[in-house]
């Protein structure tokens, strides 16, 4: 009798978070992850904003972000080497053709907020991002303790943990197709089969794509193109300063070092793929950025596009497939899959270890230890749909 053996499918922080609470709950599982990049967190993952935000999305999603608080605030010893928040208040501003928005967004964050969002005077505002055009902030509401996350230390402590717990990771290696294999499945990857107990699909943009290859209905997966670019900082002290957004999601930016990292905050449906970004689309960013600020932005230093993934209600789907209880769903993270990551792995490991049958015998047919990834990918624009 081997132990019992879970395949979690994706290297993103939704798979290592979910592998490396596996091991928590259970040490005497055989736990191995697959990703079919080369590297972990190529995808979403690598793409963020990276930011902490507590009064943002469903319900249920604010939920899982107060679950996860402890684990970024109190990470376990030896998983990471330097804290993983940065405090950084985040500032929506509206102009005043917006104030229905800002007293939308006012009323949701004061309603269901352990940190309530507060609305402050334009003089504020000003202070908290100088660059700001004056005459196009009517109003300005803050998230006063909103943090920047080390996506990479955060993503890195999940896999120092699985690791040495004694689990394991294959890169390079894309699951093709699972087949139920008396209680368990028999995954075709392309590097060969691989026997499993239980499998956790956690495969971003491609969760319903994996779930076919299982013969499991989808749940309704769309992804959306979310671009992002690098431009030159105005050469001022940024200390203390916000990340800033348009209340209607127009476009945001924050300073980055020395670059000020932006983005058009859009929300465009696309395939699961690995997407370019659009000159057109750069260009609008800009354009806007330029109305509401004094940075007069022109060269770009680097472009990419992610893609964040919801299901139709725009909350997690995390648990078991009704009909197949030993493959078990983490997916449509959309916006908020960094900052939920703790507890939304908590949770699906959880869960997992509720359907695991007890000792169950599988033989390995297959399993190669590629090289892995030591942390999110910077820019990448080389592939298309
Ligand atoms: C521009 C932008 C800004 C964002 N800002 C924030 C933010 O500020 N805060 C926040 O919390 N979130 C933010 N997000 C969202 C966040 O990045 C995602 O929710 C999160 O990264 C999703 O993680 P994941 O592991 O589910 O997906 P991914 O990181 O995409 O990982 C899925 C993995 O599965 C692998 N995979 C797919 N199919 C297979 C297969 N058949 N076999 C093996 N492997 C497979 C893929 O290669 C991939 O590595 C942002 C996203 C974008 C694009």
Redesign the pocket.
């Known amino acids: 009798m081997g132990a019992t053996r879970v395949v979690v ?7 290592v978070s979910v592998a490396h609470h596996l091991l928590q709950l259970d040490p005497d599982l055989d736990v191995l992850l ?4 080369a590297t ?6 690598g ?5 902490l935000l507590e009064n943002l999305g469903t319900g249920s999603i604010r939920a899982l972000t107060s679950a996860s608080l402890d684990y970024l605030r109190n990470t376990p010893d030896g998983l990471i080497d330097a804290p993983l928040l940065s405090h950084r208040p985040v500032l929506h501003v509206g102009t005043v053709r917006q104030d229905e928005a800002i007293d939308r967004m006012l009323a949701e964050g004061i309603e269901s907020a352990t940190t309530p969002t507060v609305e402050i005077d334009v003089d504020e505002a000003m202070r908290l991002f100088p660059p700001f055009r004056r005459d196009r902030v009517h109003r300005a509401i803050v998230e006063p303790d909103s943090a920047d996350i080390d996506v990479g230390g955060l993503h890195q402590s999940f896999v120092r943990g699985l690791r040495r717990a004694g689990g394991r990771i294959a890169t390079s ?3 093709d197709a699972a087949t139920q294999d008396g209680h368990g499945w028999r995954l075709d990857t392309t590097e060969g089969s691989v026997g499993a107990d239980v499998v956790v699909n ?5 969760g319903d ?2 779930a076919a290859t299982a013969g499991v209905a989808p749940v309704g997966l769309q992804p959306f193109r ?1 671009t ?1 670019f690098m431009v030159d900082g105005p050469g001022l002290d940024t200390t203390g300063w916000a990340f800033a957004g348009d209340i209607d999601h127009l476009w945001y930016l924050r300073d980055d070092g020395p670059q000020m990292f932006c ?1 058009l905050a859009e929300e465009n449906p696309s395939e699961p793929c690995d997407p370019r970004p659009r000159e057109l689309d750069v260009a609008l960013a800009i354009d806007r950025l330029n109305e509401a600020t004094t940075l007069g932005i022109r060269p770009v230093n680097s472009a990419w596009v ?3 993934t919801f299901a139709p209600d725009r909350s997690m789907v995390i648990g078991s497939e009704p009909d197949h209880p030993t493959f078990v769903w983490c ?1 449509g ?8 990551s703790p507890g939304a792995g908590l949770l699906a490991a959880q869960l997992v270890v509720g359907v695991a049958p007890p000792q169950h015998s599988q033989t390995l047919t297959w399993l190669t230890l590629g090289p892995t990834g030591s942390g999110p990918a910077e820019d990448r624009d080389d592939d298309n749909c």
């Open positions: 499918i994706g290297g993103g922080i939704a798979g697959l990703e079919m990049e972990l967190a190529h995808h979403a993952t793409r963020s904003a990276a930011l290696g894309r699951v956690c495969a971003g943009a491609w794509v994996v979310r992002a983005s992610g893609l964040r997916v993270q959309g916006g908020t899959g960094i900052q939920t």
